[in-house]
């Protein structure tokens, strides 16, 4: 599969308030979406710690890449982190019945805006050399108090002369300097058919994260 996973972890942190849930979140808690996977996954927790803020940048795709509509190219490649934000980090990770699912809260220094793709960019297809993909805007939970947005990236290449094509989806939630990201794709197994991510449940585990941090 190709490394799909380092274009999707880039564009995925961003802000939004509303009332006193939204002033203050305890990114630690994001560990306590670990009770919602079953003994058939295998569950990591990655307590907090400083981010580096390269991590939250634009990914760098190829140079050369033709993007339709051509006005789009900011959404497909991702949200940008203002010049001198800092931040911290917490995660959980579970992988299991095909998929892998990454849940990360997030606080930063500052609010970063939010990658808006606004009503011209709901599907944005991007093509070069042996590159294509399409990032499309696709539904996310509505959570009370939050911004929410929901991303489904794939990517298709040719390494060594084979095709290789890998998907993700990574919803977030969005309030005031605080971000909650889910990313979900499917894991590849030797040998096996490749099982459809689980998107239903990884909106819900941006519920149950969302919900985790604030309490």
């Given at each position: ?14 802000a939004c ?5 939204a ?7 994001v560990?306590d979406?670990k ?20 991590l ?7 140079d ?6 051509a ?26 019945d ?9 606080e ?13 960019c ?5 093509a ?20 929410t947005?929901?991303?489904?990236r ?14 993700l989806?990574?919803?977030?939630a ?21 099982v ?15 919900t985790?941090?604030?309490?």
């Amino acid at each position: 599969m190709v490394k799909v996973v380092a274009i999707g972890c880039a564009c995925v942190l961003a802000a939004c308030a509303s009332g006193k849930s939204a002033d203050s979140a305890d990114i630690a808690k994001v560990a306590d979406v670990k009770t919602s996977f079953g003994p058939e996954f295998h569950v990591t927790n990655i307590a907090p710690m400083g981010i580096d803020p390269k991590l939250l940048a634009a990914q760098k795709l190829p140079d050369g890449l033709k993007f339709e509509p051509a006005d789009c190219a900011k959404f497909a490649i991702g949200q940008t982190m203002p010049p001198g934000s800092q931040g911290n980090m917490a995660a959980v990770t579970a992988e299991g019945d095909g998929n892998r699912l990454i849940t990360i809260a997030v606080e930063t220094s500052q609010p970063i805006p939010i990658n808006d793709p606004g009503q011209g960019c709901q599907k944005v297809g991007f093509a070069g050399g042996q590159l294509r993909g399409v990032v499309e805007v696709v539904d996310a939970p509505q959570i009370a108090g939050t911004q929410t947005l929901g991303v489904h990236r794939v990517l298709q290449t040719v390494l060594d002369g084979k095709p290789h094509a890998g998907e993700l989806y990574d919803y977030s939630a969005h309030f005031n300097t605080y971000q909650v990201i889910v990313i979900a794709n499917p894991l590849v197994v030797p040998d096996k058919p490749v099982v459809p991510v689980d998107t239903q449940r990884a909106r819900d585990l941006l519920v149950r994260a969302v919900t985790a941090v604030r309490s």
